[in-house]
């Protein structure tokens, strides 16, 4: 049995060696090329409107805080 895992190995020179991995960037951007419509869209939504998206979280962590307080 071999070290290295076979599934991620190449023949470089005669010798079995792991490639290298792809930038941060790039595999960032093969995430976003995999989204469908719906999922961006979303995201571009909440990013866009970030003003309102504030103030609901807001709102939200208002009443969550008013009922872990035992609150009216």
């Not at 960032?28 to 409107?49: N, Q, Y």
């Amino acid at each position: 049995m071999t070290q290295v895992p076979t599934a991620r190995t190449v023949k470089h020179r005669g010798v079995m060696v792991t490639p290298p991995g792809r930038p941060l960037g790039e595999r960032i951007a093969a995430a976003l090329d995999r989204l469908e419509a719906g999922p961006r869209a979303f995201v571009a939504a909440v990013i866009g409107l970030r003003p309102v998206t504030a103030v609901v979280a807001v709102g939200l962590g208002m009443c969550w805080a008013a009922v872990i307080g035992n609150g009216p």
